[in-house]
């Protein structure tokens, strides 16, 4: 059985490294990428199962880049999981057309919870 994939857009290096580990430890193939304004290029390239996305990341936000792979034919049904502190998060992840979000700070069995959702669907 191949290693679901998880493809994660945070631009803070200190997220990146936790979350990869935590979900390297679980079995998954991680990709990670501190810009999304090359989201579609980076899911054609690894073919995630699931896309963690960052709100204030570099070049475009996550907000833009979820609607371009939302708004995109061959990947609008990957689910995004928005990950942000802002205190708007539920209206950001409407807005991006995320398929679930998780409020930083996080709890990583939260998140591993929400990721593990979306891969068993």
């Keep these: 059985m191949s290693k679901k994939k998880i ?3 945070d631009d803070d290096k200190a997220i990146l490294e936790v979350i990869t580990i935590i979900f390297e430890e679980n079995g998954y193939q991680v990709e ?3 810009t999304s304004h090359d989201i579609i290029e980076k899911v054609s ?3 995630p ?3 963690l996305m ?3 990341i570099p070049k475009i936000g996550g907000v833009e880049a979820t609607k ?3 708004n995109h034919d061959e990947f609008s049904t990957i689910p995004v999981i928005y990950v942000t502190a802002n205190n708007d998060i539920v209206a950001l992840a409407r807005e991006a057309q995320a398929d679930d ?4 700070p996080f709890n990583l069995d939260d998140l591993e919870e ?3 959702k979306y891969i068993n669907i």
């Design 49 to 51: 199962d699931v896309i």
């Design 54 to 56: 960052d709100n204030w």
């Design 114 to 116: 929400k990721v593990a």
């Design 32 to 34: 990670i990428s501190e």
């Design 45 to 47: 390239q690894f073919k």
């Design 68 to 70: 371009l792979l939302k």
């Design 7 to 9: 493809l994660i857009f």
């Design 101 to 104: 979000f998780v409020a930083k």
